[in-house]
């Protein structure tokens, strides 16, 4: 089982990035996904979260209208597409999937905002 996180870097503040979470070794069409972040020195914590099917997601306020969560299952992967980034984004961000009392976590990518 593994969930592997892509993407993540150095942008300037106003910036995008798209992080890709690839799963293997279970069914991931069957499980949530969610994104979450643990900045430096910090507690982590939720970003955003999808259904199975995809039909059904949440952001936090925090990102609300800058971050998008999105999951191609044919290709079992989740997306984290990060728009109008902000020195506050920088942190780790890390992949998550969840059914019922399965979960699985990825390593982490590492996402810094700086001029």
């Known amino acids: 089982v593994q969930l592997v996180e892509s993407g993540g870097g150095l942008v300037q503040p106003g910036g995008s990035l798209r992080l890709s979470c690839a799963a293997s070794g279970f069914t991931f069409s069957i499980y949530a996904m969610s994104w979450y972040r643990q900045p430096p020195g910090k507690e982590r914590e939720l970003v955003a979260g999808?259904?199975?099917?995809?039909?059904?997601?949440n952001v936090a306020d925090s990102v609300k209208g800058r971050f998008t969560i999105s999951r191609d299952n044919a290709k079992n992967t989740g997306y984290l597409q990060m728009n109008s980034l902000k020195p506050e984004d920088t942190a780790v961000y890390y992949c998550?999937?969840?059914?019922?009392?399965?979960?699985?976590w990825g390593r982490g990518t590492q996402v810094t905002v700086s001029s």
């Open positions: 999808i259904s199975s099917t995809g039909d059904i997601t």
């Open positions: 998550n999937a969840r059914l019922n009392y399965l979960e699985y």
